[in-house]
Structure formats: structure tokens, C-alpha cells
């Protein structure tokens, strides 16, 4: 029932929320179209490197949901620390933000957890990229 309520909850938040740290709250004009790139950028990375590398059994709709959650968050936290942080800096916020939330929906799966700070590092790194270059070529 928790579950439900804080994706409904987030649900709410989608059109004033963008992905990461690096893109905090702003117009839904600007956010929402980075919002969904990285949120398919990385669903894709966290389900193949849950499932296919580190074996750890994983439906598609959970990993959107965590992917979905742990995205929000770091954009939520994001927001409360400024909009202006260096790329550098936001990647690592956003990649143990997204760690930590990760943490929460294994809690009871026996693998190794450091599997899980791999698959953060490796989604943000491929949308911080995506996200460099586009920002960067306007």
C-alpha cells in the first residue's frame, strides 16, 4: 500500500519534475521530454545489468518503478540543493541517491549490493552523457 501511494504521489509531481540531480524541478516545457529519455535510458540499463549480468530476477514494470522513484528522488533533492551544481558533482549525488533507493526494493534478495551501486553508476553514466551532449550542443 505504501508502494502505491508514493507512485501515485510521484505520478502527481511528473510534469514538474526532471530526472537526476543535475535537472531539478523546472517548466514542464523543458523537463518532461529529458524526464522520459532518461527514464528509458536507464530502466533499460538497471533491467539488463539486474537480470542478464548480475542475475538477480527482475520484472521490467518493478525496475520502471524503482528507476521511476529513484529518479524522482534525486530531482527532489536536487531542487533543495540548487540548480547550478557542476556535472561532476550531480552525477555522484545522483548516482548514490539512486543506490539508495535501489537499496530499499531488494532489501530481501541475497546477492551482493554492490551490484546495485554498479547498475546506478552505469545508467547515469549513459544519460549524464546523452544529457552532456545535448545540453551541450545548444
Known sequence: MKIIFLVSFLLLLLPFIS???????????????????ILVIEVIIFW?????????KTRFWK???????????SSLLGSLLGTFLEYYYAFVLSVFIEF???????????????????????ANFLSYLVLFLLLESY
Open 100 to 122: 539508495g533507493v535501489y537499496l530499499l526494493f531488494f532489501t530481501k534478495k541475497k546477492f551482493k549490493k554492490i551490484n546495485l551501486l554498479w547498475i546506478s553508476l552505469a
Open 63 to 73: 525496475s520502471l518503478l524503482i528507476v521511476f522513484i529513484a529518479n524522482a528522488v
Open 19 to 37: 530526472a537526476d540531480v543535475i535537472l531539478p524541478f523546472s517548466t514542464v516545457k523543458k523537463t518532461l521530454p529529458y524526464f522520459l529519455l
Open 48 to 56: 539488463l545489468l539486474t537480470n542478464k549480468v548480475f542475475k538477480i
